[in-house]
């Protein structure tokens, strides 16, 4: 925008000119804002002493890189078009830039044809830097490759083919290879040569086919300052000469079958930040050493077979601001020195064999905490109610523990927070109606606890729960209505817009390394979702004691997807209104005291795949729509009054017969009154007495079906007679 034609050229931001000619020599205009393509016959074109030209992250989408580029053959050195929307085929002419130093097509939409690639790769006597990652040259990799001045080689996600050339790392001054993300790239581990000092300082084999062992000479790599083997065929046990990459910062071994213990030499390793051991057969003890990297930022050892207890040591790590140890076999208390991690934001040490007690630590030591996942693991005692620094705290699970007392108050100081998990344990009292006040909680469960009493809501909160995706109550001893006024302000569960922006989903706010998720019960069965999202909205209030109607105003969730009800004291109809829940794909409102019809309007719900309403006194036909007829049997038991698919077939009686006949277990039965009718009301009173205490026998039903019948008989000629007049 600050070009200005009326002054010199050579004064414009971007562009440099040879200070003897006045020619432009270079131009750098990445992250430029640049919009539009690139025509064959721009002025660019016509810059005869070009040596560097960079259009990196701009976007130039749907341009086509021309073959005029070929012009510059005498002069380009320098070549970076990455980030910035290129498309089609790479011109033949960029072979005969045979002064190319530098060659930078990366990530754009490109295609290269495999005779140019092997000419850049193996004709390019100048050429030290090539990155072509995600560029398109499916092509198979030359088993020999004679790169004598390549420096830097990225060819990640390409789609290469065949196998690892055997002199890859003899070359003699590559410093960069990245190979990653060619699933059809294969190989063993590429034979290192000891004869002559190797300048490799990143090595990226990650996401392809290779296999075989990490061999021990690998510590002959001493300029390694990146080695990234995640995702791998890789096996055997971490060599001991690990140790030896002591200039290593980043180091990834995830996703692999490497088993054994881990090295205590990689305590010698003083300048790794980037620790990543998920995913694999790694056993024993964290070794003691770990303590040592006192650079460390991000740990990762989850998912392994890791056991025993914490170092203290990991304490020592005060430049830590990610600790995942989930899914392991560790064991003992929870390591106080972790609450001296003072920049600690993202802490994961769910689903092992902790126990003691959460220490008050914790809670103190919040102020930097974004993620604590302590859940599935054996703490007992109580939540620490020491929150007194929690703003930035977006998720907090503590599920699958002991823990007892009341859900601790001091969490309504944590006004970020978007997840609160603490259910699957034993805490009582009554339901934290400070929770209501969280604006930003996405997800609250509460659920297989002791809590009771009704949930109350608060008039002085006066839109509570309004960004609410999920709510998970059940299994509790929760009493009276419904939280009807909460229903109305779930404003997550009606609308994906919000104040004129898309909602975040849950996953966004929680996925530092790992998706939250959360288990319900449906049909009987627990149900997991693993990734929460804005499309998954959740109501789950299953077995407690709630009373009274469903109110209506569920029906205004419109992105409701899970809504359970069951096993409670519900009474009254189904509401029509439900038939509005269009994208809700599990309704459960088994065992309760449900009554009517089944609502013609959920036949409407074409994503419903589980209905439960089993268990009732619902009655009359089971309504025929395409989504009804895969339901089963079972999804509709336990109410006498229904008929119809998958049912037994409805008889020709009305629907208040079969609601009166689904409430013959209640005692008073209309058989009973049709006998006061014919035979007399204090006969009839009699006899229905009589029938209740000897537990209705089989004659005493037969005189009552005939004089049914005999009624029934007369009330319809008698009709006859009327419409003859």
């Known amino acids: 925008m600050n070009w200005n034609t009326s002054t010199d050229c050579c004064n414009w931001d971007g562009v440099t000119c040879d200070h003897f000619t006045n020619d432009v020599i270079a131009l750098d205009l990445s992250c430029g804002m640049l919009r539009g393509t690139i025509h064959p016959n721009s002025t660019l074109f016509n810059l005869h002493h070009l040596q560097t030209l960079n259009l990196a992250f701009n976007n130039l989408t749907n341009s086509q890189l021309p073959r005029e580029i070929g012009r510059f053959s005498n002069s380009l050195t320098h070549i970076n078009i990455s980030h910035t929307g290129f498309i089609g085929q790479v011109p033949t002419d960029i072979i005969i830039l045979r002064k190319l130093v530098s060659l930078d097509l990366s990530w754009n939409d490109l295609k290269l044809e495999p005779h140019v690639f092997y000419n850049l790769l193996c004709s390019s006597t100048s ?47 590559l410093e960069e290879l990245d190979l990653s993300s060619n699933d059809d790239l294969t190989g063993r581990f590429p034979k290192i040569y000891t004869s002559t000092s190797n300048p490799l300082k990143l090595l990226d084999l990650s996401n392809i086919n290779l296999s075989g062992v990490i061999p021990d000479i690998i510590g002959h790599l001493k300029s390694l300052t990146y080695l990234d083997l995640s995702n791998t065929n890789l096996l055997g046990q971490i060599p001991d000469s690990i140790g030896h990459l002591q200039s290593l910062t980043y180091l990834d071994l995830s996703s692999t079958n490497l088993s054994g213990e881990i090295p205590m030499s990689i305590g010698h390793l003083k300048y790794l930040k980037y620790l990543i051991l998920s995913n694999t057969n790694l056993s024993g003890e964290i070794p003691d050493t770990i303590g040592h990297l006192k650079s460390l930022t991000y740990l990762s050892l989850s998912n392994t077979k890791l056991a025993g207890e914490i170092p203290d040591s990991i304490g020592d790590l005060k430049s830590l601001y990610y600790l995942d140890m989930h899914s392991n076999l560790i064991q003992g208390p929870f390591p106080p020195s972790i609450c001296n991690i003072s920049y600690l934001s993202y802490l994961d040490m769910s689903d092992n064999r902790f126990d003691g007690e959460i220490p008050q630590c914790l809670g103190n030591s919040s ?32 599920n699958g523990n002991s823990l007892e007392g009341e859900v601790p108050s001091g969490l309504s100081k944590c006004e970020s927070l978007r997840v609160l998990d603490l259910g699957n344990n034993h805490l009582n009292g009554t339901f934290p109606h400070w929770s209501a006040n969280l604006q930003h909680l996405q997800v609250l469960v509460l659920k297989s606890n002791k809590l009771h009493g009704p949930i109350e809501t608060s008039s002085i909160i006066k839109h509570p729960f309004a960004s609410l995706e999920v709510l998970d109550l059940s299994q509790n001893k929760f ?80 992105y409701l997807i899970v809504l359970n009800l069951s096993r409670n004291n519900l009474n009254g ?4 209104a439900l038939g509005n829940l269009l994208k809700i794909e599990s309704l459960d409102l088994s065992c309760n005291q449900l009554k009517g019809e089944i609502p013609q309007s959920l036949t409407h719900i074409t994503s419903l795949e589980v209905l439960n309403v089993s268990r009732n006194h619902l009655v009359g036909p089971i309504p025929d729509g395409t989504q009804f007829k895969t339901f089963e049997a079972t999804s509709f038991e336990g109410n006498p009054g229904l008929c119809g698919f998958p049912l037994p077939k409805c008889e020709h009686r009305s629907a208040r017969q079969l609601e009166v006949d689904g409430e013959e277990e209640s005692g008073f039965t209309w058989k009973v009154v049709m006998l006061g009718y014919g035979c007399g009301t204090l006969l009839g009173f009699g006899m229905g007495y009589m029938m209740l205490s000897t537990g209705r026998p089989k004659w005493f039903n037969l005189i009552a079906d005939e004089i049914e019948y005999m009624i029934l008989r007369r009330r319809k000629k008698r009709r006859h007679v009327y419409i003859g007049k």
């Open 479 to 558: 009493v009276g209505h419904l939280p009807r006024k909460y229903f109305q302000n779930f404003d997550a569960m009606k609308n994906r817009v919000k104040n004129g922006t898309e909602m975040f989903s849950t996953q966004e706010y929680l996925t530092i390394g790992k998706f939250y998720s959360v288990t319900v019960a449906v049909k009987g069965s627990e149900l997991s979702f693993q990734k929460i999202s804005v499309d998954y909205n959740i109501v789950d209030l299953s077995s407690n004691i709630f009373e009274g109607e469903i109110p209506e105003v569920i029906s205004s969730l419109n």
């Open 573 to 576: 109809r189904i509401p029509y």
């Open 127 to 173: 050429l030290e830097e090539l990155s072509l990652d995600g560029v398109n040259i499916s092509s198979i990799l030359p088993t020999y490759v004679n790169l004598s001045s390549m420096k830097s080689l990225h060819l990640s996600d390409t789609g290469l083919q065949g196998k690892l050339p055997d002199n890859i790392f003899n070359l003699p001054y």
């Open 367 to 398: 102020s930097n905490l974004l993620m604590v996942d302590l859940g599935n693991n054996n703490f007992h005692g109580i939540i620490p109610n020491t929150w007194d620094d929690c703003g930035v705290l977006l998720g907090l699970i503590l």
